[in-house]
């Protein structure tokens, strides 16, 4: 197992900001921060959805990712041989995908386990089992990178 350029504290902080900005957008607005759920609820037609809350809350995603790339490129170098829009249209299906089904990994996994919900306990434990089945199949079956 490969753990070069683990870095914890940075991990440990990241968590933590991610979980404090959660328990703040339900604290605040009642609102699970489930990624597919306010970008649904940001596009038209999503039936009167308030919007702003959602609109400001992809821009400061957009605008982060953006000021982190322009602070560290390296981090957002594609595989070799990958292009841009294939990763693209990966995430957009990825997007629809856990739409469809119901949540997000960032909706059931950081804030429906925080409560205590069973539906997102049962979503995570599919994700990480199949993320799991994934790499094994992936690596040692056919044959890709380890």
Do not use: D, K
């Not at 870095?7 to 703040?24: D, E, H, Q, V, Y």
């Not at 950081?110 to 306990?121: A, D, I, W």
Request: glycine share 20%; with cysteine; charged share 5%.
């Amino acid at each position: 197992m490969n753990v070069q350029g683990f870095t914890p504290l940075p991990a440990l902080l990241g968590g933590a900001l991610l979980g404090l900005s959660a328990s703040w957008l339900l604290a605040a607005n009642g609102r699970v921060a489930g990624i597919s759920g306010i970008v649904a609820g940001a596009l038209p037609g999503s039936g009167g959805a308030p919007r702003a809350w959602r609109g400001a809350f992809l821009a400061g995603l957009v605008l982060m990712a953006a000021a982190l790339a322009a602070l560290s490129p390296a981090l957002f170098a594609t595989p070799e041989g990958r292009p841009w829009w294939l990763l693209g249209l990966s995430g957009l299906l990825t997007g629809f995908g856990t739409r469809l089904g119901g949540g997000c990994t960032s909706g059931h996994g950081v804030c429906g386990l925080s409560r205590r919900s069973p539906r997102s306990l049962a979503a995570t434990g599919t994700f990480m089992a199949l993320g799991f089945l994934t790499v094994y199949l992936a690596r040692h079956v056919l044959g890709g990178a380890s």
